[in-house]
């Protein structure tokens, strides 16, 4: 679960199973917490999801623990809350935890967004 941000301050998204097995996002607001804003399917994984969430660039992480994969998708309002998928990309070790660095690291000259470290069983990078 993470907190959408300043900019959506009451939004909330969750990951987790349909019954189908299948792994999904859930948009909610927590002053209504009776049935989520909106409901979709990321993809059919059964990893422990680690999420991190930029209010800045309106970006959702979401990566795997035990898994090499890693998946962004962007926010938008544009026919009800949703999320699009941006890219995938898939790393040669299995991640354990990330940890997302504050904006005062990231190098702007460099066109950085985020800066991450990406714990792995044999080293963070």
């Known amino acids: 679960m993470k907190f959408m941000g300043e900019k959506r301050p009451n939004n909330i998204v969750t990951v987790g199973f349909s019954e189908f097995n299948d792994r999904q996002y859930m948009i909610w607001d927590d002053r209504k917490l009776q049935e989520p804003l909106a409901v979709n399917k990321l993809d059919s994984v059964s990893n422990v999801a680690i999420l991190h969430y930029d209010d800045d660039i309106n970006t959702l992480f979401v ?11 962007y926010y938008t309002d544009n ?47």
């Open 79 to 125: 026919g009800g809350p949703k999320f699009d998928k941006i890219e995938d990309s898939n790393n040669k070790e299995n991640t354990i935890g990330m940890y997302f660095l504050p904006k005062r690291y990231v190098d702007v000259s460099k066109n950085e967004l985020n800066r991450v470290w990406r714990l792995t069983a044999k080293s963070a990078e």
């Open 63 to 73: 990566t795997d623990k035990g898994s090499r994969s890693w998946h962004t998708y």
